[in-house]
C-alpha cells in the first residue's frame, strides 16, 4: 500500500470541480486518508515547490498556488502514486488525453487543475507539509 499528496489547485476550487475529482478518485478505489481546505502562504508553496526553485516559472506558479484555497488530500491505494499520475494526464493540458482529469478540465499548463506526488520520496515529504502523523486515519 502506498500514500500520496494530492492538491487540487485553486482553479480547480474556483470552477467547483472538487467533488468531481475527488469522486474520481473514489470510484478507483484509492481511499481517503487525510483532507483539508486550506490557503497556501508564500512559505509553504516555497517548500511544496522547492525543486523549481530555479526554474523560469517558479514565481509565477507560486503566484497561483497561493491565488486561493486548495484541497490537500491523502490518498492511499496499491500503487497509489503511479493510479492518481495516470488519472491526472501529462503536466501541459494540450498533452493530456480525453479522459484524464487535466485533459477533461484544463487547457493550459499554468493552470493545470491537480498536483499530485511524483515518487515516494515525494510523497512522504509533500504529506508532512499538510498533515501530521496523527491527521492520517487508520
Ligand atoms: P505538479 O503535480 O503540480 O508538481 O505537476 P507535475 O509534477 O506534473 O509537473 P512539475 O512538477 O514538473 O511542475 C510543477 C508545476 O509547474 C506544473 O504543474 C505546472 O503548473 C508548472 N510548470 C511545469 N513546467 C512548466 C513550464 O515549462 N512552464 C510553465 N509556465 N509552468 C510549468
Ligand atoms: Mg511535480
Do not use: W
Request: glycine share 6%.
Amino acid at each position: 500500500m502506498e500514500n500520496t499528496l494530492v492538491l487540487l489547485k485553486p482553479d480547480a476550487v474556483q470552477r467547483k470541480l472538487c467533488g468531481e475529482i475527488i469522486s474520481r478518485f473514489e470510484r478507483k478505489g484509492l481511499s481517503l486518508v487525510a483532507l483539508k481546505l486550506l490557503t497556501l502562504t508564500p512559505a509553504i508553496a516555497a517548500s511544496h515547490y522547492e525543486e523549481h526553485l530555479d526554474k523560469p516559472f517558479y514565481p509565477s506558479l507560486v503566484s497561483f498556488i497561493t491565488s486561493g484555497p486548495v484541497v490537500a488530500i491523502v490518498l492511499r491505494g496499491p500503487n497509489a502514486i503511479k493510479a492518481v499520475r495516470t488519472m491526472m494526464g501529462p503536466t501541459n493540458p494540450e498533452n493530456a488525453p480525453p479522459g484524464t482529469i487535466r485533459g477533461d478540465y484544463a487547457t493550459v499548463m499554468s493552470n493545470n487543475i491537480i498536483h499530485g506526488s511524483d515518487s515516494v520520496i515525494s510523497a512522504q515529504r509533500e504529506i508532512a507539509i499538510y498533515f501530521t502523523e496523527h491527521e492520517l486515519v487508520q
